[in-house]
């Protein structure tokens, strides 16, 4: 099947409530094809049927808003094709308030039988005051509710002559449902509800079932169509739901749902999919479904260039005032953007990472997210490992608390024998009380603090200070059986309780309990005991992240490029083999925490920025993506040297392979 994404689109929410009047009532062709035009669109999301359960075109599978006495649904499909414009249509499933009202057997339900809820008040008077994202939470295990999307999924599909994809919204809540129906559904596969691992199976199974049931009827008359399965359907940690999906758009918001470094690394995860991918921001100064708020240009233009910095296309969140009119002050924001992303595509959205330092992610997102910053900080480039493909990399990190499956443990010892590296931080590799391999360390669990210190070695002392220097979260118990020591712990006199206790915070350092082992580095291994990933995203210490680098560079000298920036830079590099060059992206902002968001306001130019590229293929020409202008460079030893005279917000340097 084709798989197409579009690569500058528009997810136009409209959950709009059914004592509204008037609704589509300022729609108008005109006003709908200038505000694509104005945004630079390629595709735009629309919707058939929204969070309230009501629908947007003539339904005999659904109710139609009361409000509504025309197609809007077929207008604005009408509308974008007219202009070459890529339309989605959306379908709520996992909340529909229409649904829930008229059909509590469809509500999903917890082990002792109450319903599950989404910041939902049962108990609650019409006048008390509602919870943003507020909803009853509805059961698609492919079952009757599942039949109902099927049949609305089916008259969208025959209704309209040509539909460009489907992307439905709120799939995978949970990890079980224990409605009567699933209970009923499990005992006919031979299940036993009572076991959390029996209904954590028929939850994934009949998940897949709905998603297939699904592609089926779409492909059936529309058999170029994209289709996606949001709310945990771009999830690195549930690859069971990832075939379901032609592509996959990660919902990440960057000013209110974890900040500006959650989405490279799951970017880098889904790039090894084989499937397209788009970032999803919005619009909006905090998150979904705010009327009124807005970004800044600058703020649009550097989120854009930022996803596409990482290979993934770009989808900006809005939302459709009920009167169906385009505000087109948001659409010159969009617009502003977009014409940018446009010059930039060439160079970012095709092409193979360089990088040859991966990270195998954990369960834990916080642990992945933080590694990956303590990089991103740095400019290290980086990949994930996918599927075990430890090959591909030179230097491979464990955050955390990976646990590998033996299969995973056999692949991993070749890879070791076979020259490859392995960092390793916190309880990684350790499983039934054990290490899953020979890191020459004998594992003996906690010290029995709640926090303990990091005093580091001259070998790990680059900028560093040399006292003892706090960990936030207690280090893992090891003994060396062989290797060299890099740093020590430093134990307090005791843990912190309202028997034993110092002061406000935590208890100082014992100087006489520092002979254990943060670091150590054995051969082509180097192991930290504590937590760094998960210590960075929680309380962001400089001094954790240098020791962390510092750590790695012991055994990491492979890096294809170095730049010169400040922390808050970023860079990643591809190979276009097509065009036959490299393509280096920078990007420059420094997100400020203001009140419940971050928010880019000043973007400061950065010049004369130090870069080097190393490569034994013989380079040609160094110039700037936008612009064209020509960089002089210098070629020595596998080391291309060059600097980038001016960077605001981002920068593409292309260097041709002769």
Request: with cysteine; hydrophobic share 35%; proline share 4%.
């Amino acid at each position: 099947m084709k798989n197409t994404i579009s690569p500058r689109q528009v997810h136009l929410d409209f959950h709009t409530s059914p004592l509204i009047e008037g609704i589509g009532s300022r729609f108008s062709k005109e006003n709908f094809q200038a505000a694509l035009k104005e945004g630079n669109l390629s595709s735009i999301t629309v919707f058939a049927k929204c969070h309230h359960g009501v629908c947007y075109y003539p339904t005999e599978a659904g109710t139609m808003h009361p409000h509504l006495n025309f197609d809007l649904l077929g207008k604005m499909i009408e509308a974008a094709h007219e202009i070459g414009v890529r339309i989605p249509v959306y379908i709520t499933a996992g909340w529909s308030a229409l649904d829930a009202e008229k059909h509590p057997e469809w509500w999903m339900r917890n082990q002792d039988g109450t319903p599950m809820l989404t910041n939902f008040d049962l108990n609650a008077e019409a006048n008390d005051l509602k919870p943003n994202c507020s909803w009853i939470d509805l059961c698609l295990n492919d079952g009757s509710y599942a039949e109902h999307i099927y049949e609305l999924t089916r008259e969208v599909c025959d209704r309209y002559e040509d539909i460009d994809g489907l992307f439905y919204d709120i799939c995978f809540l949970t990890e079980a449902c224990y409605c009567e129906e699933c209970k009923s559904g499990m005992k006919k596969m031979g299940l036993d509800p009572e076991k959390e691992e029996d209904a954590k199976y028929y939850y994934i199974v009949k998940h897949q079932d709905f998603m297939r049931k699904c592609g089926e009827i779409l492909h059936e008359k529309h058999p170029e169509a994209t289709i996606f399965f949001n709310s945990g359907g771009a999830d690195p940690n549930r690859p069971e739901y990832h075939d379901g999906s032609t592509h996959f758009e990660l919902e990440d918001l960057p000013t209110s749902w974890g900040g500006y470094d959650k989405m490279p690394f799951r970017a880098k995860f889904f790039d090894k999919t084989g499937k397209g991918y788009l970032g999803m921001t919005g619009k909006f100064h905090t998150d979904w479904g705010e009327f009124g708020g807005f970004k800044l240009q600058e703020a649009l233009k550097y989120e854009v260039a930022s996803m596409m910095t990482y290979g993934a296309g770009c989808s900006i969140g809005d939302h459709l005032h009920p009167d169906g009119e385009m505000d087109m002050e948001t659409y010159k924001n969009i617009g502003y953007a977009y014409r940018y992303a446009e010059q930039i595509e060439p160079y970012c959205l095709h092409g193979s990472s360089t990088a040859k330092l991966g990270i195998y992610l954990s369960k834990d997102e916080i642990s992945n997210e933080g590694t990956a910053k303590m990089l991103l900080e740095d400019q290290v480039d980086f990949g994930i490992v996918y599927q075990d493909n430890f090959e591909e990399f030179d230097t491979v990190i464990f955050p955390d608390c990976v646990v590998l499956e033996d299969n995973s443990v056999k692949k991993l010892e070749a890879f070791i024998r076979n020259g490859g590296k392995i960092l390793v931080t916190g309880e990684s590799l350790v499983k039934d009380g054990n290490f899953q391999l020979d890191l020459g360390l004998e594992y003996q669990g906690a010290y029995g603090y709640d926090k303990d210190y990091i005093i580091v070695g001259d070998a790990l002392a680059e900028n560093m200070v040399t006292s003892p220097f706090l960990a936030y979260s207690p280090a893992t118990k090891v003994e060396v059986k062989e290797g060299e020591v890099l740093a020590n712990v430093m134990l307090p006199y005791f843990g912190r309780t309202y028997g034993t206790y110092c002061g406000h915070k935590n208890t100082p350092y014992n100087r006489e309990g520092f002979d254990h082992v943060a670091a150590v580095k054995n051969g082509n291994v180097v192991y930290l005991a504590h937590k760094l990933g998960w210590i960075y995203k929680k309380f962001g210490s400089a001094y954790h992240r240098q020791y962390f680098l510092n750590a790695l560079r012991q055994i990491y000298k492979a890096a294809a490029f170095q730049v010169e920036m400040p922390s808050a830079g970023r860079a990643a590099m591809k190979f276009q083999e097509e065009e036959n060059r490299f393509c280096l992206n920078l990007l420059y902002a420094s997100p400020v925490s203001r009140g419940a968001v971050e928010v880019i306001e000043d973007i400061v130019p950065l010049y004369n920025i130090s870069c080097y590229v190393y490569t034994e293929k013989k380079i040609s020409r160094v110039y700037l993506g936008v612009g064209k202008e020509e960089l002089p460079f210098t070629q020595r030893d596998g080391k291309v040297h060059f600097t980038v005279p001016y960077l605001h917000c981002h920068q593409t340097v292309v260097l041709d392979v002769e």
